[in-house]
């Protein structure tokens, strides 16, 4: 519900809650990312850095839910651009991860018609390294050809 200060405090109260699932397979990470909370997003980051670190942090972050989608791809899905933000500014790494059927990001955002995600996936990072965001869609296509076909014309 996007109580970050309350999201802090579970998080130095119990720790282990910060991977913990539910029945959907989502990690309170993904339930911030679906909700569009940003600031519970920023606060669920910051411990997954602290605690994990290396390897056990990318893994981490690159959890799935029970629909192959990490946190990335249900921010992509539901329009939630301070998140998208926020992951491409922090983990931009996430936007090269695939679903199970082989859909990036990138590729869910063009598939959405979605020009703000598309910018959010394809800015480069501060620093002006260019994105890592995967191209990868359904049966051998990419993110250009849903673009190309779903345009504001296509009903």
Do not use: I, W
Request: positive net charge; glycine residues 10%.
């Amino acid at each position: 519900r996007g109580h970050a200060e309350l999201a802090a405090f579970v998080c130095e109260s119990a720790p282990s809650l910060v991977a913990a699932r539910n029945r959907g397979l989502d990690t309170p990470l993904l339930c911030a990312a679906k909700a569009g909370s940003r600031g519970v997003a920023a606060c669920l980051l910051s411990r997954m850095r602290s605690a994990a670190g290396g390897a056990d942090e990318a893994a981490a972050l690159r959890v799935r839910n029970r629909l192959g989608a990490t946190a990335l791809h249900e921010a992509v899905r539901l329009g939630r651009a301070g998140v998208v933000d926020l992951l491409m500014a922090e983990a931009p790494e996430l936007a090269s991860v695939a679903t199970d059927d082989g859909v990036s990001p990138l590729y869910l955002a063009a598939e959405t018609r979605s020009e703000q995600m598309v910018q959010l996936l394809l800015r480069p990072a501060a620093d002006g390294t260019p994105s890592p965001a995967s191209f990868a869609g359904r049966h051998g296509r990419t993110a250009l050809h849903a673009a190309a076909t779903f345009s504001k014309g296509t009903t």
